[in-house]
């Protein structure tokens, strides 16, 4: 169906940081298949983990046991410092197991209509009660009635969110994103995080953080919020997590990790057999190539050497991020930008109307980066100057 307005292009090939298209042309991949290929494209060792695996099992589905999908769920539950995992196929479904998570533990505190504090400008998925959680009018519009049980906040404001904690005693949990993506690429004050677990501790509230884009090294560290010294009540994962084999997952703590029972939620392809063993060789190679402190070095070399050509370029409002999700925003809409960039080889993405976005692969390198930013600056700045 004609749900995205799609490039003329065609890609054939890939290998690392690089994309081939039907007519041989080479392009430098700043985007990763929107932050889903960490370890760039035909990585050797989960190519051979994922071929293994499916000569030998691809699915049985979660009427039985799956030990790749325990030593997956071990695994992320060690790294993050969770107790528990739910796999399902994508940041929606990760989400929507962490919204009917909250909801049911609201049921089984008394709370007959459940509530959930969510953020302006957000983006949670496209489901209708993920559409709904999405601060924005355009994921939403002409798909109403929309799913209730959902309190608006404007981001990185713990005023508005103190102020609901003395008034609504329906609320359960706060559903954010440590940085959000679609929305921006916005970063929120360093104490953020902090706050709103003050907050969560304060009332009884689940803390349950959308990592479904910043997850799995993304933003310089394994989870962004381990960079705000807290941990979540629940946390969502997909795009990077199986290196565009699909999974997502959503991960609990303490209380919240023993809200489900069988039959409570479900899914039948999640965590199969070939989901976790992508995942699998994903983590292992983050590990071993240490992509954490890569994604991190790297992320502010690129943010250094395009604040440094842009200096002073009217019309660049702000260059920002953390890690390999960066953002740069400009005084206009800039959506044309994404085309002029594949015209000249470089693929990058336009968010928020007026904001280039850029997710590398983890595994850029030096140099690779240096051509992004040596690609993107000039082309920036000659799209400024045409009007
Ligand atoms: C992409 C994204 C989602 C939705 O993930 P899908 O796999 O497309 O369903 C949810 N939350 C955030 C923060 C995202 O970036």
Redesign the pocket.
């Known amino acids: 169906m004609n749900t995205y307005a799609r490039l003329p292009v065609a890609f054939t090939r890939g290998e690392g940081v690089w994309l081939w298209d039907e007519q041989g042309k080479r392009y430098l991949d700043a985007v990763a298949g929107?932050?889903v290929n960490g370890l760039g494209h035909a990585h050797p060792k989960l190519a051979q983990a994922i071929c293994e695996q499916a000569k030998t099992l691809i699915h049985t589905s979660n009427l039985y046991q799956i030990p790749k999908q325990e030593q997956l769920g071990t695994k992320l539950c060690q790294l993050s410092g969770m107790d528990k995992a739910f796999f399902c196929n994508?940041?929606?479904?990760?989400?929507e197991a962490a919204i009917k998570l909250a909801r049911l533990h609201g049921h089984n505190k008394g709370i007959e209509l459940p509530a959930i504090i969510v953020m302006e400008k957000?983006?949670?998925?496209?489901?209708m009660a993920?559409l709904t959680a999405t601060g924005n009018r355009k994921v939403q519009a002409g798909f109403e009635p929309l799913v209730s049980g959902f309190v608006r906040v404007p981001y990185d404001d713990i005023a508005s969110v103190a102020q609901i904690a003395g008034h609504n005693q329906n609320i359960v949990a706060i559903l954010v994103?440590p940085l959000q993506?679609?929305g921006g690429v916005t970063a929120p004050q360093p104490s953020y995080l902090q706050e709103l677990r003050k907050i969560c501790d304060a009332h009884g509230w689940l803390l349950m953080l959308?990592?479904?884009?910043?997850g799995i090294a993304r933003t310089g560290s394994l989870f962004a919020f381990q960079q705000a010294g807290i941990v979540p009540d629940v946390m969502?994962l997909?795009?990077g997590l199986g290196s565009g084999v699909p999974i997502?997952a959503c991960l609990a703590k303490g209380v919240a990790a023993e809200v489900f029972k069988p039959g409570n939620h479900g899914s039948t392809f999640g965590g199969n057999p070939l989901a976790c063993t992508a995942a699998l060789a994903t983590l292992a190679a983050i590990e071993e190539q240490n992509l954490c402190v890569h994604a991190a070095e790297i992320g502010s070399f690129i943010r250094d050497g395009l604040n440094k050509q842009l200096a002073g370029t009217s019309g660049v409002v702000q260059v920002r991020g953390l890690g390999l999700m960066i953002g740069i925003e400009l005084d206009r809409p800039c959506g044309d930008l994404v085309k002029l960039a594949l015209e000249r080889g470089l693929i990058i993405n336009v968010t928020a109307d007026s904001v280039v976005r850029l997710l590398p692969p983890l595994v850029m390198s030096r140099d690779e980066a240096q051509q992004v930013v040596d690609l993107l600056a000039p082309l920036i700045k000659d799209f400024l100057a045409q009007d």
């Open positions: 929107v932050a994508s940041g929606a479904e990760a989400n957000s983006f949670h998925g496209r489901t993920t994103e993506g679609e959308d990592e479904v884009q910043t969502t997909a795009k997502g």
